[in-house]
Each structure stands twice: as structure tokens, then as C-alpha cells.
């Protein structure tokens, strides 16, 4: 988390906003849990013969975007958030979601990109809202150049050092 939150700050938001905006989205926004989820319960769903319709779709939506809420960080918990919700619509026998077991490692992988990657949206987003977005900043980052270093605090003892460099 701190590299993502350095690699923010150099491209262009304030360091509070991704301070705040981060964090946060490991634990609230977690869109990549959610996709993940959602597709999911389709796909057993139709691997099992069970049309839902539009209700149902949407019941189910709403239940996964609320338990993907519960996962961050705890590794397998797609598989609960999944079985749960199974479970709790009777939709497919819960067993089934062992149909997904070898493809989970590979998807996990893919949940964190997109989680990731929309966290960093989130971190841009409201550094423009909250007018704390350096565009110029963003450009020499996305163009692989350096960042401009801010001057820091003097230091007496390393400016003397460096006087003492220049001297002999």
C-alpha cells in the first residue's frame, strides 16, 4: 500500500487524498470482489440450468456489492461471500461453487487488478474534486519522467557537510 500511495503522490494527488482515498478503498471499494462475484453466480447458475430473471439478478447484485464489502484482505473469501449468497437465494446447490476452485488462484490475481486499479481511479477522482490534483505532475508520471523533488527542511549539519565538500 505505501508504494501505490507514493506512486499517486508523484503522479499528481495530494498526499492526504491518497492518504484517505487508499485505505479506504481496500476495505469499501473492492470492485474487482464484486465483478468477480456477480459473474460468478451467472455462470453456476446457468453451469446448473437455473434461468433467474430480472429480480433475481438484482437481488443477487445487491447482495454480492454488500458482501464484497466484508472481504478485504482475508484470502478465500469469495468462495464464503459466494456460498453464502447461494445459500441464501437457492439458486444452485452450494457445493457447486467448488466448480471454481481451479480457477480461483487466477481470478483472485484479477480481483486485485481491479480492485487496485480502482482505487487508484477513486485516489484521482477526488484529488480534481477536491482541487488537490497537480495535472502537470500527472503528465511527466505517466510519461516516465521524475518527479520534482520538494525542498525539504534545511538541515544545518548536512549543509555544512556538503560546504565542507565544496571546499576541499
Known amino acids: 500500500m505505501p508504494r501505490i500511495m507514493t506512486k499517486l503522490t508523484d503522479a499528481g494527488c495530494s498526499r492526504s487524498t491518497a492518504g484517505l482515498v487508499v485505505p479506504t478503498g481496500y476495505s469499501f471499494n473492492l470492485d474487482g470482489a464484486a465483478i468477480y462475484l456477480s459473474?460468478?453466480?451467472?455462470?453456476?447458475?446457468?453451469a446448473f440450468g437455473h434461468h433467474l430473471d430480472l429480480g433475481q439478478q438484482l437481488a443477487a447484485l445487491g447482495i454480492l456489492m454488500l458482501t464484497s464489502k466484508g472481504m478485504a484482505g482475508v484470502p478465500g473469501s469469495a468462495f464464503l461471500a459466494l456460498s453464502a449468497t447461494a445459500g441464501a437465494l437457492g439458486i444452485f446447490p452450494v457445493a457447486g461453487v467448488a466448480l471454481l476452485l481451479g480457477a480461483d488462484r487466477l481470478m483472485d490475481s484479477m480481483r486485485v487488478v481491479v480492485n487496485l486499479l480502482g482505487n487508484c481511479v477513486a485516489t484521482?477522482?477526488?484529488?480534481?474534486?477536491?482541487?488537490?490534483?497537480?495535472?502537470?505532475?500527472?503528465l511527466r508520471a505517466f510519461n516516465g519522467k521524475e518527479p520534482v523533488a520538494e525542498a525539504g527542511p534545511v538541515d544545518a549539519g548536512n549543509l555544512a557537510v556538503q560546504g565542507a565538500g565544496v571546499r576541499s
Do not use: C, P, T, Y
Request: charged share 20%.
Open 39 to 46: 459473474i460468478s453466480l451467472l455462470f453456476l447458475a446457468q
Open 124 to 138: 484521482f477522482v477526488v484529488a480534481k474534486w477536491e482541487g488537490q490534483f497537480d495535472r502537470e505532475a500527472m
